[in-house]
Antibody, heavy 121, light 105 residues
Framework: QEILVQSGAAVMKPGASVRASCEAS????????IHWVRQAPGQGLEWLGI????????HYSQKFQGRLSMTRDTSTRTAYMELNNLTSADTAIYYC??????????????WGQGTPVIVSS | SFDVTQAPSVSVSPGQTATITCSGE??????VSWYRQKPGQSPVLVIY???KRPSGIPERFSGSKSGNTASLTITETQTSDEANYFC????????FGGGTQLTVL
């Protein structure tokens, strides 16, 4: 069974950085890209970016350029997302999701359970 | 505002057919995916590449696209289909619609 398990909730101060992890199992990790998507309370879905799990290349939404970083560790089958200089507007659930196909398809599935991030002073 | 537009809500009676639409220029020339999200849960892919169904998704779910409008159709709608449905287009980045709350009553 293909599963993505994410790290637990985080409460951060404004200006801090948050790092979320996403451990994959049940499939060949390097065969599929990993996306990160967030959902603010009561809101829709917002795409942050994508990482090639094989080579590590990344592509970020322009909105987050300069304060977003995605990495992966193939030995532990884990992808990471780090967002810097947090504000209250970054309060959201952060999801990782596997690209459904082995060539980048832009369809996301399965999804991790989500990492809630609260930014509060 | 969203580059990809969805109606905020759709209501349907049990056993009837529900149609949820998604429109915008990003829809016209790009593959569209659909996701179902129930309260407190992660999204689930129900349609990819406009009209393909992942394994495990019932045949009651189908997708189509014409011009700049994509549609998700659910036949024989059940109360368990109540959820928020998001469409998404891919153009070197994912753009999601605002979501459509499907109510079955």
């Amino acid at each position: 069974q293909e599963i993505l398990v994410q790290s637990g909730a985080a409460v951060m101060k404004p200006g801090a950085s948050v790092r979320a992890s996403c451990e994959a199992s049940g499939y060949s990790f390097t065969d599929h890209n990993i996306h990160w998507v967030r959902q603010a309370p009561g809101q829709g879905l917002e795409w942050l970016g994508i990482i090639d799990a094989f080579g590590g290349a990344t592509h970020y939404s322009q909105k987050f350029q300069g304060r977003l970083s995605m990495t992966r560790d193939t030995s532990t089958r884990t992808a990471y997302m780090e967002l810097n200089n947090l504000t209250s507007a970054d309060t959201a659930i952060y999801y990782c999701a596997r690209d459904y196909a082995t060539v980048s398809s832009g369809s996301l599935g399965p999804w991790g359970q989500g990492t809630p991030v609260i930014v509060s002073s | 505002s969203f580059d990809v537009t969805q109606a905020p809500s759709v209501s349907v009676s049990p056993g009837q057919t529900a149609t949820i639409t998604c429109s915008g220029e990003k829809v016209r020339n790009k593959y569209v995916s659909w996701y179902r999200q129930k309260p407190g849960q992660s999204p689930v892919l129900v349609i990819y590449q406009n009209d393909k169904r992942p394994s495990g998704i019932p045949e009651r779910f189908s997708g189509s696209k014409s011009g700049n409008t994509a549609s998700l159709t659910i036949t024989e709608t059940q109360t368990s289909d109540e959820a928020n449905y998001f469409c998404q287009a891919w153009d070197s980045g994912a753009t999601f619609g605002g979501g459509t709350q499907l109510t079955v009553l």
